[in-house]
């Protein structure tokens, strides 16, 4: 998707879940430049792809992270895919109920399945 997107012109952000709260993390400590130009990345590129959300470390401050950056990317009508192996119920649990009603409300919800991936590459 990302690639399609890119071909077309758009920017394309591509960040695994840990990656993206290491940024909101680092905004929060370390206030340089390259922190804040990466932070507002997160906000400002047309497509932001977060891979894998619930394998990251969670606090309050990186739950609050996530919720202001989809928040910010919803207001401006940004596009975002999330990638999960959580169900809703297990979201609503990692993270909390304001983080789920953006999702559902303000998100198309695709169940994919198949055979695991990494298992095949291992065969």
């Known amino acids: 998707v990302g690639k399609e997107i890119l071909a077309k012109g758009s920017s394309v952000l591509y960040v695994s879940a840990p990656q993206f709260m290491d940024i909101c993390e680092k905004k929060m400590k370390d206030r340089t430049l390259t922190s804040r130009n990466d932070y507002e990345l997160l906000s400002k590129v047309d497509l932001l792809i977060i891979d894998d959300l619930g394998t990251e470390i969670k ?34 649990q990692a993270y909390n109920e304001r983080f789920i009603s953006r999702i559902v409300e303000n998100y198309a919800l695709l169940r994919l399945t198949g055979k695991d991936i990494r298992i095949q590459k291992n065969l």
């Open 59 to 92: 606090s309050s401050v990186t739950v609050s992270n996530l919720l202001e950056c989809i928040n910010s990317r919803i207001q401006q009508n940004k596009s975002t895919i999330i990638s999960t192996n959580y169900t809703l119920n297990d979201l609503e």
